[in-house]
């Protein structure tokens, strides 16, 4: 077992001696291959050193003094040299140990890669322009223009190349390239047509409205570089005078001159506006510019206006309307030939003087004065005033008078319309006067009604005693005859006081109409079913609740009391009724009495409200109830008519305004 072991452990001796020999050939392999690497690169450095030397020997005048950066670096990338402006780009010292492919920005280390492969390929690259990213973090643009150096034996040991800082100018030429695309998109979407054209009348840039107005098929892209020489010959038949429309070109380019606002009619009826603009840079002429414009509608509308203008200056010239225009200071600026005629004045003399101290009589100054204070505030307004015209005569005018407005909204002065009411102030005047003796007649009819009342009513009284003491005085001596023809003496003069009442009655019904209270037309309803002897066959029915209304209560009460009364009187039904309705309307209350009486022929539903008029010979009927009831309805504002069929039965509708 032991011998075992011992065999065992030599085995593995000599494999680890066997191991450690060969490990020492290996290092000594690599340690000589080291060797050789070392010195080929020391003298290689040797050579880029004594290369750099000569090199800076010869440029260091050059390089240190140019504007842009100078860097050199070997062919690992690693900075070897750089002059002040490439330290100041890069914020980075030489002592720093710069790579500069670390600085490019993580979006171009691709394009980068590929451009290195370039350089050392074709031994220098031009126009190369890169993002970097410098020490302070800051993202820079960078123009490039490298190529290798090289040793005697022209291998390349390095590169030198160009660095210029175009961030500003990209910047700048990005903001340029947007500002040309933002222009190009306006032009494109004007109203107007744009054409413009170089110096050899090529076309620079136009647009689709152009297009449209030429009726051209082509595209604006595809008219670009086109000459424009023999395209109004081609254009001249869109044109109301072709002709013309050829020789005003010719003229215009030509003559390189800025002309503005050409009016060209087209034969379809559209109207285009033409700007020619020339362009010039430095005093020397680079071309022109066309600008079209579609004016048809505002033709239109001005043609409309100056119609609409004309028109209204005919009626203000014509009109019965005096007419005046004045400024702040009350200077005329403006009258119509009526305004002449109704002052005596003509315009000349009227025109920039005052219109109140040429006018107005002096009492009314102040009048117009404060009025004008309000139209300084914007309000319009309408007030009287004496006038005196030129020959003396003192007139009354109405002035309605507005503010005048300036387009920024500024009152600059005021219109006034004058209208001559000197005969209106005349007739209402006497219409005063004749109000006041119609009210002192009315007065005096209704003291004389009252006193012919009493003094007629005295003789009947009288009368109607004497027949009284002579029946009683001759009870046993009177035949039937006589009998009879006294009581038809006592029924003449019950029925001649009755009509005496009712005339009263009637002519008092117009007086203290501004008497108002406000009435329960259900109380007043109880009350005439009290007062009012109603028969046992016949029914009085409030269909609905009725309103509280502003009134003179006597009058609202004899307008119902006189219409149940005769529903009642003529009521030949059994059994019989008489309904009082209402409804409401936004301006009126609208009543209905409605019975199952006579009835009233047709011919006879207008005549029953004229005083007088009655269709039966009862004793108490005087044709005086329902004139009664007209008159207080149109005394509110009412309406009243009637339905009714003869033996069926009568319905008066009537209304009061509210």
């Known amino acids: 077992m032991a011998e075992d072991k011992i065999k065992i452990y030599e085995r593995a001796l000599a494999r680890e001696k066997a191991a450690r020999k060969q490990a020492e050939q290996i290092l000594e392999q690599k340690s000589r291959e080291l060797f050789e690497k070392s010195e080929e690169l020391r003298i290689s450095n040797f050579k880029l050193e004594n290369l750099y030397k000569q090199t800076s020997s010869e440029l260091q005048g050059v390089f240190e003094n140019i504007v842009d950066a100078y860097v050199v670096m070997d062919m690992n990338s690693k900075v070897i040299k750089m002059n002040h402006a490439a330290e100041k780009l890069l914020g980075y010292q030489l002592e720093e140990d710069i790579d500069l ?18 350089l050392f390929h074709n031994s220098s690259i031009t126009d190369f322009q890169i993002k970097i990213v410098v020490k302070d973090g800051s993202t820079k643009m960078v123009h490039i223009n490298a190529s290798l150096i090289f040793d005697s034996d022209k291998k390349p040991v390095a590169a030198q190349g160009i660095v210029r800082d175009i961030t500003k100018e990209k910047a700048a030429e990005h903001q340029l390239r947007e500002s040309q695309n933002r222009l190009a998109t306006l032009i494109q979407n004007l109203e107007s047509g744009i054409l413009l054209e170089d110096e050899n009348r090529d ?11 030429f009726n051209i098929p082509a595209s604006p892209e595809q008219l670009v570089g086109q000459n424009c020489a023999n395209a109004a010959e081609q254009s001249k038949g869109l044109f109301a005078d072709p002709d013309s429309f050829v020789e005003r070109i010719n003229t215009l380019v030509n003559n390189k001159e800025l002309a503005l606002a050409d009016e060209l009619q087209l034969v379809d009826g559209r109207v285009l506006e033409r700007d020619f ?10 071309g022109h510019l066309w600008a079209y414009r579609d004016v048809t509608l505002r033709r239109r509308y001005r043609k409309n206006i100056e119609v609409e203008r004309e028109k209204y200056s005919s009626i203000i010239a014509n009109m019965n309307l005096g007419l005046i225009e004045v400024n702040l200071d009350d200077e005329i600026l403006m009258v119509n030939q009526r305004l002449e005629a109704m002052s005596g004045y003509t315009e000349q003399e009227l025109i920039g003087k005052k219109g109140n101290e040429m006018l107005l009589v002096k009492e009314d100054r102040i009048v117009l004065k404060k009025e004008n204070q309000k139209r300084l505030k914007g ?56 109000l006041k003796k119609l009210e002192k007649s009315n007065d005096e009819l209704q003291e004389y009604a009252h006193v012919v009342s009493h003094d007629l009513k005295s003789p009947l009284r009288s009368i109607n005693a004497l027949v009284s003491w002579i029946r009683e005085d001759n009870l046993d001596k009177w035949t039937e005859d006589t009998r009879h ?6 029924a003449t003069l019950e029925k001649m006081e009755q009509l005496i009442s009712d005339v009263l009655e009637y002519s ?38 009725l309103p509280t209304i502003k009134a003179d209560r006597v009058k609202i009460q004899q307008l119902f009391q006189n219409l149940i009364s005769n529903a009642i009187r003529y009521c030949d039904k059994d059994p019989g009724y008489v309904k009082v309705d209402f409804e409401e309307t936004p301006k009126h209350f609208k009543f209905t009495v409605e019975d199952n009486g006579i009835g009233i022929s047709p011919e006879y539903h207008e005549k029953i409200f004229k005083i007088f008029q009655t269709l039966n010979k009862r004793k108490d009927s005087t044709g005086i109830g329902l004139s009664i009831v007209k008159k207080i309805v149109d005394l509110y504002n009412g309406d009243i008519w009637v339905e009714s069929e003869l033996e069926k039965g009568t319905t008066f509708h009537f209304t009061l305004s509210k």
């Not at 076309?203 to 107005?213: H, P, W």
């Not at 909204?409 to 004058?418: E, L, P, Y």
């Not at 406000?518 to 109380?523: A, G």
Request: net charge negative.
């Open 101 to 118: 492919f670390s600085l490019v920005h993580h979006d171009e280390k691709e394009k980068t890669a590929e451009a290195f492969k370039y």
């Open 203 to 213: 076309i620079v840039i136009t647009n689709n409205r152009f297009c449209e107005f």
């Open 277 to 286: 603009i020339p362009v010039y840079e430095n005093e020397i002429y680079k």
């Open 379 to 434: 309000s319009s307004n309408s007030y009287e005033v004496r006038i005196r015209r030129k020959d003396g005569e003192i007139r009354t005018w109405l002035i309605s008078g507005a503010p005048q407005y300036n387009i920024n909204g500024k009152v600059i002065g005021s219109i006034g319309i004058h209208l001559d009411i000197t005969e209106l102030k005349n007739l209402e005047i006497q219409k005063e006067n004749l």
């Open 485 to 490: 023809h006294l009581n038809m003496i006592d």
């Open 508 to 545: 008092s019904v117009g007086s203290d109409s501004s008497i108002k209270e406000s009435i329960d037309l259900n109380e007043v309803l109880t009350d005439i079913e009290m007062l009012l002897h109603i028969p046992d066959h016949i029914t009085l029915e409030i269909k609905n609740p």
